[in-house]
């Protein structure tokens, strides 16, 4: 009767320890850390007081600062497919594989420390942000941040899975870059998702099926600010999360159990 | 001559080692321009949209301005990691005197900037409209003696920076506070109203109005757009910044290198 509940202990604990492992591994980035905040300051104080000034969107600063906290949020996640190529470099993979935790909870481990991680890190800065632009409902904030917990995740698992699923370390820096300017501004961080459908249709799908439009607009909805959201019903880009988290938490898994050996890291 | 050109191939070589950071540079460049920039012209107000007509033309000459800061401020992470490694006691070792090893660091830093702009100013003029001779002259004068400040500002930061986090803090500051507190991505116009108004410290004004990459821009509009109107005190204020900096830096470069 005992040995299932010790193996369940100790399951979570061989995750706390990947998790712990990737959350203090980010923290010591402390020039990217120092980066991020600059950049996330400036773009309040500067980017974003100016360019109020210059559009016709009704509280458009309130509005781009709450798209500023979940951009800062996926660039944070997203660094974790980097870590990986220092590990294949550095070879901190083989360490890993002899450690006493199966590949699942390695990735697992590794997704969630990946969002976590970001999380914590963002948080401080969701603080200002929520400073800047007040606080509705905290209850429906709370709904808010952890779909933003989630979305870290899932953008940490497919940073893995893009990672794990190309092994090169220059396809992977040239597709990060292409791809976060492409989800970054094919979403509704920057803008509201009505002009975007009006600048160019083809943009506006694309944005419609963004999961950074849904964690921006999940975060406004939070947060209160409900000008120009793009869905009426929460639920929807909720749920739109859930299945990003979802989709590559679970093809993370599959990838990093099947790639993780046999070499051919570049 | 040649001790300087031997110095620009080995920083090309080093440049192009990063083809693909260049190439996710480039992509993030275009995205602003071709969705970003597109997307903004349909929120214009429209006293802005009067004043500068399409965002689009607008900020195509910023983007030439920002790719260029981008790419001539990275000799600034190579000397840094030279200092820290202390690969300058093998450069010291070179047969050519510190004087032409620190104006080929400068200007090598420069022209890589110039050589990384020059496909976005193209895209600039294809879609924005073509620039005179004479009118291009200046702009490439202007552009690469901006090239030369930053990249002198840059090397001027690397050495005076001990570690890899006091560099790329102190570079932070620097690239965002250039980047935001200057006409690149709205009109000046916007700056002095909010420093008007209290908004803005009125300092931060006159640093916007005073900022190379301003200058640099605006004077690329005044070229292609018509506006704001072109002044010889642009060229002079890219001119001061690109001196002081040329000059700080290959001093400052020759003091480290003879410290050791």
Same mark, same amino acid.
């Given at each position: 009767m005992r040995k299932p509940k010790k193996r369940g202990v100790s399951l979570t604990r061989k995750l706390l320890f990947v998790v712990e492992r990737d959350v203090r591994l980010f923290f010591q980035y402390k020039a990217m850390v120092i980066m991020r905040a600059i950049w996330f300051v400036s773009q309040i104080a500067f980017f974003g007081l100016i360019a109020s000034r210059m559009v016709a969107i009704e509280d458009y600063f309130r509005y781009y600062v709450g798209g500023l906290s979940t951009m800062t949020l996926y660039s944070a996640a997203i660094f974790i497919g980097f870590d990986i190529y220092e590990e294949a470099e550095h070879g901190v993979f083989e360490y890993l594989l002899s450690l006493p935790v199966s590949r699942r909870e390695l990735v697992l481990g590794r997704s969630i420390g990946g969002g976590l991680r970001a999380f914590i890190y963002v948080g401080a800065l969701i603080c200002i942000a929520l400073y800047v *632009?007040?606080?509705?409902n905290p209850l429906n904030l709370l709904l808010a941040l952890f779909s933003l917990f989630l979305f870290a995740f899932g953008v940490s698992g497919m940073s893995i899975t893009l990672a794990v699923a190309i092994k090169s370390s220059d396809r992977f820096d040239i597709l990060m870059g292409v791809l976060d300017a492409l989800v970054v501004r094919l979403s509704t961080a920057m803008y509201p998702l009505s002009v975007v459908k009006e600048a160019n249709v083809f943009y506006g799908w694309i944005a419609n099926f963004n999961p950074l439009t849904y964690a921006s607009d999940l975060f406004r909805w939070g947060a209160g600010i409900?000008?120009?959201? *793009?869905?009426?019903?929460?639920l929807l880009p909720l749920l739109g999360i859930i299945v990003f988290f979802a989709f590559f938490t679970f093809v993370g898994i599959v990838l990093y159990d099947k790639n993780i050996e046999g070499g051919g890291w570049q | 001559m040649r001790k300087i050109v031997y110095i620009l191939e080995h920083d090309f070589r080093n440049f192009f080692r990063y083809k693909w950071w260049l190439v996710g540079l480039i992509s993030m460049n275009l995205a602003d321009l071709f969705i970003m920039a597109i997307v903004y012209n349909y929120m214009l107000n429209p006293e802005i949209t009067q004043q500068i007509k399409s965002y689009f033309n607008f900020f195509a000459p910023g983007l030439a301005v920002t790719g260029l800061f981008a790419s001539a401020f990275m000799i600034g992470r190579e000397v840094n990691m030279e200092k820290r490694r202390e690969v300058h006691q093998y450069m010291l070792s070179l047969p050519m005197g510190r004087i032409e090893f620190a104006i080929g660091r400068v200007l090598s830093g420069g022209m890589r900037g110039m050589v990384y702009m020059s496909p976005l100013l193209a895209t600039c003029f294809v879609f924005v409209g073509f620039p005179t001779l004479p009118q291009l002259g200046v702009i490439i004068l202007v552009l690469f003696l901006l090239a030369m400040g930053i990249s002198g500002l840059s090397i001027a930061m690397a050495v005076s920076t001990s570690s890899l986090d006091k560099f790329v803090t102190a570079r932070g500051l620097v690239y965002y506070l250039l980047f935001f507190c200057?006409?690149?991505?709205?009109?000046?116009s916007l700056i002095e109203q909010l420093g008007q108004e209290g908004k803005f410290p009125m300092f931060l004004v006159t640093f916007a109005r005073v900022n190379p990459l301003s200058n640099a821009s605006d004077i690329i509009r005044a070229f292609l757009?018509?506006?704001p109107s072109f002044s010889v005190d642009m060229v002079i204020c890219v001119l001061v910044f690109s001196l002081i900096f040329t000059l700080f830096a290959a001093f400052a470069y020759i003091r480290l290198i003879e410290r050791g």
């Amino acid at each position: 009767m005992r040995k299932p509940k010790k193996r369940g202990v100790s399951l979570t604990r061989k995750l706390l320890f990947v998790v712990e492992r990737d959350v203090r591994l980010f923290f010591q980035y402390k020039a990217m850390v120092i980066m991020r905040a600059i950049w996330f300051v400036s773009q309040i104080a500067f980017f974003g007081l100016i360019a109020s000034r210059m559009v016709a969107i009704e509280d458009y600063f309130r509005y781009y600062v709450g798209g500023l906290s979940t951009m800062t949020l996926y660039s944070a996640a997203i660094f974790i497919g980097f870590d990986i190529y220092e590990e294949a470099e550095h070879g901190v993979f083989e360490y890993l594989l002899s450690l006493p935790v199966s590949r699942r909870e390695l990735v697992l481990g590794r997704s969630i420390g990946g969002g976590l991680r970001a999380f914590i890190y963002v948080g401080a800065l969701i603080c200002i942000a929520l400073y800047v *632009t007040g606080v509705a409902n905290p209850l429906n904030l709370l709904l808010a941040l952890f779909s933003l917990f989630l979305f870290a995740f899932g953008v940490s698992g497919m940073s893995i899975t893009l990672a794990v699923a190309i092994k090169s370390s220059d396809r992977f820096d040239i597709l990060m870059g292409v791809l976060d300017a492409l989800v970054v501004r094919l979403s509704t961080a920057m803008y509201p998702l009505s002009v975007v459908k009006e600048a160019n249709v083809f943009y506006g799908w694309i944005a419609n099926f963004n999961p950074l439009t849904y964690a921006s607009d999940l975060f406004r909805w939070g947060a209160g600010i409900e000008s120009m959201l *793009t869905f009426e019903n929460p639920l929807l880009p909720l749920l739109g999360i859930i299945v990003f988290f979802a989709f590559f938490t679970f093809v993370g898994i599959v990838l990093y159990d099947k790639n993780i050996e046999g070499g051919g890291w570049q | 001559m040649r001790k300087i050109v031997y110095i620009l191939e080995h920083d090309f070589r080093n440049f192009f080692r990063y083809k693909w950071w260049l190439v996710g540079l480039i992509s993030m460049n275009l995205a602003d321009l071709f969705i970003m920039a597109i997307v903004y012209n349909y929120m214009l107000n429209p006293e802005i949209t009067q004043q500068i007509k399409s965002y689009f033309n607008f900020f195509a000459p910023g983007l030439a301005v920002t790719g260029l800061f981008a790419s001539a401020f990275m000799i600034g992470r190579e000397v840094n990691m030279e200092k820290r490694r202390e690969v300058h006691q093998y450069m010291l070792s070179l047969p050519m005197g510190r004087i032409e090893f620190a104006i080929g660091r400068v200007l090598s830093g420069g022209m890589r900037g110039m050589v990384y702009m020059s496909p976005l100013l193209a895209t600039c003029f294809v879609f924005v409209g073509f620039p005179t001779l004479p009118q291009l002259g200046v702009i490439i004068l202007v552009l690469f003696l901006l090239a030369m400040g930053i990249s002198g500002l840059s090397i001027a930061m690397a050495v005076s920076t001990s570690s890899l986090d006091k560099f790329v803090t102190a570079r932070g500051l620097v690239y965002y506070l250039l980047f935001f507190c200057s006409s690149v991505f709205y009109p000046f116009s916007l700056i002095e109203q909010l420093g008007q108004e209290g908004k803005f410290p009125m300092f931060l004004v006159t640093f916007a109005r005073v900022n190379p990459l301003s200058n640099a821009s605006d004077i690329i509009r005044a070229f292609l757009l018509g506006t704001p109107s072109f002044s010889v005190d642009m060229v002079i204020c890219v001119l001061v910044f690109s001196l002081i900096f040329t000059l700080f830096a290959a001093f400052a470069y020759i003091r480290l290198i003879e410290r050791g």
